[in-house]
């Protein structure tokens, strides 16, 4: 399997073959949406199922939500989205493109300037062919940076490269130099645009909120949004599914579904995208100090704890590493190796001032290692948040904590509170409401603190297809060389399991047999039917599209109901009855 895969490749694969397709083609594309072809939304469905059962069937302490995608818009207020759910932008003045301002030296490198310009540096930094470069190609790709437009900032810039060559011996340095070479004051230097080398404006937020009315009546009154994710109507319908799913604390909810995000730049084909899907678990967890109450101590990661099964003891430490190697394990199942992704614990000054700790799964795609999905442990943020702005409780009864808080008697009663208010105090948390949240705990109450294991269907599936792609050489017997092209999916992901040839098309009982084992096959699996061309070349086209197992009706399938099974990636063949070939093909599906 490759990772070299370069996103061009897979790109256009993704094309040929009806996997992903831009949105509104026709009309010159709509900028950041993508359309799951045929094979795509195959997929999709498949990581979507996948999640679903690992997560929510397969789980007696996670129950499913589906909400809807527009909701009270006081939701976003109340979560932190409205303030500040926003991206630093920046506007060029002279092209007047908008791009995110911490992304200006990526869109550069990656752009026909940077790229341009970074051939010039890779053949030395030499003032002369540089200042031929502004005299020439950059007339055409960088029409409004300073040293192109200016023949005193040129001069300038030439001066400084010749002086000293090292300080603008990177694509960024040299770049600032050639808008700014004649500035001799801090304040005026800018920032050029990556775009056309104009001017840009300081950074200002931008909300990635996309908004929209809702009724008849355009007005501000009306305004509502569309989710930028799935969680918050999980925390929002807390309440409802706690008091009709019969779970208690410790228990998840999940849900799945679209989130949509005005990215200022969306890039990285899907990696980035503005409406996208988001598979989502709210696990509800106990406050360390309701766990100490009830089982006498509180296990941390100090104490190395078994992962493979949840104890009553874990304090939230274990259940964000549970989480987390959960997560791992689902990924892995789905095809990526252990190898190709890295957990990254955001560093403390990197973590939302709620948030305990958080790790993003990166995974190592063709641009670089980027995050692929996140597990936060957020305590108690998010539902005391709702709880504040809706005026509704967001406290459970816990009766294991009441029982155990009744056995301490006032002494221990006292002397916990005395403890629990010290820990609060050294980490610089308010006496007073360290005292009320005790006071409730001995009435058996709190708000639940949460992990969040947080993916994104889209870049779980880029992933997916970049790891599953590979180029293989080939020599056939009469040593003509080839390629071929295969996605190496695991079964239980590949848009289609199985594709069911006829030996040839005009023998009506042959073909006959090959219908109907096709139409028993596609009761219970995707199935393909292909009749047409040798059968090396629709073998070649399922390979394209990942399909594990081609099956060819022949003339000994008349004689014997045996089927040649060629694997997609041995290319090896065996002859299997049509029992044989469903077992093989549900053991490989079971999850
Ligand atoms: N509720 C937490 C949350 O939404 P996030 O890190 O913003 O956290 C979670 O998003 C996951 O959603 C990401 O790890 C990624 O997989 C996916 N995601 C986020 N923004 C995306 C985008 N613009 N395009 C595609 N996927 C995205």
Not at 399 to 419: D, Q, R, S, T, W
Request: proline share 5%.
């Amino acid at each position: 399997m490759s990772n070299t895969s370069s996103l061009d490749v897979i790109t256009s694969l993704c094309k040929r073959r009806g996997f992903i397709f831009h949105s509104s083609e026709i009309y010159g594309g709509i900028n950041g949406f993508w359309d799951y072809g045929p094979t795509g939304c195959e997929m999709k469905r498949n990581i979507k199922e996948d999640w679903w059962k690992t997560t929510v069937r397969n789980r007696e302490d996670v129950a499913g939500l589906d909400a809807t995608i527009i909701m009270h818009p006081s939701i976003w207020r109340a979560s932190g989205h409205l303030d500040t759910f926003s991206d630093p932008m920046s506007t060029c003045k002279a092209c007047k493109k908008l791009m995110r301002a911490d992304q200006i030296w990526d869109i550069l490198a990656d752009g026909e300037i940077g790229q341009s310009l970074q051939a010039e540096l890779d053949a030395g930094t030499d003032a002369g062919k540089i200042a031929g470069w502004c005299k020439g190609k950059a007339k055409g790709l960088a029409p409004n940076l300073a040293a192109v437009q200016n023949p005193l900032v040129l001069t300038a810039a030439f001066e400084k490269i010749k002086a000293d060559p090292a300080s603008c011996g990177s694509l960024q340095a040299l770049y600032k130099l050639l808008a700014n070479a004649n500035k001799e004051v801090e304040d005026e230097v800018v920032t050029p645009c990556p775009y056309c080398g104009g001017e840009l404006t300081d950074p200002r937020p931008f909300n990635l909120m996309f908004k929209t009315v809702v009724g008849p009546v355009d007005d501000p009154a009306n305004v509502a949004y569309l989710r930028p994710e799935t969680a918050q109507a999980i925390f929002a319908q807390f309440p409802n599914v706690l008091s009709t799913s019969r779970q208690t604390v410790p228990f998840g909810i999940a849900q799945m579904g679209k989130s949509f995000r005005n990215e200022v730049t969306p890039r990285n084909y899907t990696f980035r995208s503005r409406e996208f899907e988001q598979m989502e678990l709210e696990f509800f967890i106990r406050p360390d100090e309701a766990v100490e109450l009830i089982c006498g101590r509180v296990t941390t990661m100090a104490d190395n704890p078994d992962l493979s099964t949840p104890q009553n003891a874990w304090g939230w430490e274990v259940w964000h590493k549970y989480w987390v190697e959960r997560r791992k394990q689902w990924i892995q199942s789905c095809g990526l190796p252990k190898d190709s992704f890295v957990e990254y614990w955001q560093k403390p000054e990197e973590l939302a001032h709620y948030a305990r700790a958080c790790v993003d799964i990166q995974y190592s795609f063709p641009f670089g290692v980027q995050e692929l999905e996140g597990i936060a442990a957020r305590s108690d943020f998010d539902l005391t948040q709702h709880q504040k702005h809706s005026g509704k409780s967001m406290e459970v009864f816990d009766e294991p904590l009441k029982l155990a808080a009744n056995a301490l008697g006032e002494a221990g009663k006292a002397a916990f509170m005395e403890k629990v208010t010290a820990e609060w105090a050294a980490r610089g948390k308010d006496a007073e409401a360290a005292r009320a949240f005790v006071a409730k705990l001995f009435d058996g109450k709190y708000v639940p603190h949460v992990i969040e294991p947080s993916a994104g269907v889209d870049r779980m599936m880029l992933a997916l297809l970049c790891n599953a792609y590979e180029e293989q050489k080939l020599t056939d017997e009469k040593g003509k060389e080839d390629v071929r092209v295969v996605m190496h999916f695991s079964p239980r992901i590949a848009p289609v399991k199985v594709a069911v040839f006829p030996l040839v098309k005009n023998k009506p009982e042959l073909y006959g047999k090959a219908r109907e084992m096709f139409e028993h096959l596609r009761r219970r699996y995707a199935a393909f039917w292909d009749e047409s061309g040798a059968i090396g070349r629709r073998y070649r086209r399922q390979d394209e599209i990942g399909t594990p197992w081609c099956v060819t009706v022949d003339f000994q399938t008349l004689e014997d109901g045996t089927v040649t099974v060629r694997d997609r990636d041995t290319m090896l063949q065996e002859r299997l009855t049509l029992e044989q070939l469903k077992a093989k093909i549900d053991d490989a599906l079971l999850v």
